[in-house]
């Protein structure tokens, strides 16, 4: 199985990274990328493509069967995520190709470009947020639960880490040494 694991890594953090060993620990995972978004897909405050690209090649340095994918950042415009896993699923063709999403984005995945193609050609690996009750909430959505089989479900992953929590506050323990020293010298996320 190829699992992507996209988002905005503003910046990536523990729990990023943790995601990793979790899902390695609990799926066959032949090759484990992670893919940043651009900063075309939302007027947010990201920090650059290139500094969310160095800091999650730091994050990951010698995990092994990890990728960093740079392909949505070389995009010149947004495609969305069911081209990207197209992308993949082309150069993997004999491999599941799989996404993970927090459960907290289950309700908003009907908004998403293409869900019914995403549903139907991609498995969705869900990582528990907040104590979710991650099978109810597929049940109680009449589009989700219409994929049911799609979805991959890890409940018991639970770090209470996140990019925004860290942008408040600046916690150091809540990203990697590396990435920490990264954000200070290039004196990233200080309003």
């Known amino acids: 199985m190829i699992v992507v694991f996209g988002g905005a890594f503003n910046p990536p953090t523990i729990a990023h990274k943790q995601i990793y060993f979790y899902v390695k620990k609990h799926l066959d995972v032949k090759e484990f990328i992670y893919l940043p978004v651009s900063s075309l ?33 070389d995009d010149p415009e947004y495609r969305g995520t069911y081209q990207s896993l197209v992308r993949i699923q082309e150069s993997h063709p004999d491999e599941i190709v799989s996404f993970i999403i927090g459960a907290d984005n289950l309700p908003k995945l009907a908004k998403w470009i293409n869900i019914k193609g995403l549903l139907s050609e991609f498995k969705f690996i869900v990582i528990n947020r907040n ?33 925004t929590a860290f942008r408040g506050t600046l916690n150091p323990g809540d990203v990697t040494t ?5 954000i200070m010298v290039h004196e990233l996320y200080k309003e």
């Open 41 to 73: 897909y939302t007027k947010r405050s990201l920090a650059s493509n290139f500094h969310r690209l160095q800091m999650l090649t730091m994050m990951t340095k010698g995990l092994p069967g990890v990728k960093v994918s740079s392909m949505e950042l």
């Open 131 to 163: 104590h979710a009750d991650i099978r109810q909430m597929i049940e109680d959505d009449p589009l989700l639960r219409d994929y049911h089989e799609s979805f991959i479900t890890l409940p018991d992953f639970d770090i209470p880490v996140s990019s």
């Open 178 to 182: 590396e990435v920490y020293d990264y």
